[in-house]
């Protein structure tokens, strides 16, 4: 594997902008989604058996929705990492230079599209 040279600070600070962005974002889906994770009642004579039904399904997946936020959350992080020891742009799997387009599409993205396909 070749030494890895970093990335110029003009990129990294675009892309840093994104995942700054990204990162309001899932801000605000968490804020949207939060009475949705609430915990569902057991009172039979307010809700129908049904109704209840629904509100767990509602519920269970709006658990589903904020751990997919999570992880993108820690796939954010690990992309701040990155930059943060000269390594953003280049997959982790095997060094490669990571392309352009793939980085503009999702900043976050640890690998190149080789690796990414196995």
Do not use: H, W
């Not at 503009?104 to 640890?110: C, E, G, N, Q, S």
């Amino acid at each position: 594997m070749e030494s890895i040279k970093p990335m110029d600070e003009a990129k990294i600070a675009k892309y840093r902008q994104a995942l700054d962005a990204q990162l309001a974002d899932l801000d605000r889906e968490d804020e949207l989604g939060a009475d949705g994770q609430d915990v569902v009642t057991l009172d039979q004579q307010s809700v129908g058996r049904l109704s209840r039904m629904d509100a767990l399904q509602g519920q269970a997946m709006a658990k589903a929705t904020a751990a997919r936020r999570d992880a993108q959350r820690k796939r954010i992080a690990a992309a701040f990492a990155r930059m943060e020891e000269n390594e953003y742009g280049y997959c982790v799997d095997c060094g490669e230079e990571i392309a352009k387009k793939r980085l503009d599409l999702d900043p976050a993205v640890p690998t190149c599209i080789s690796c990414a396909r196995g």
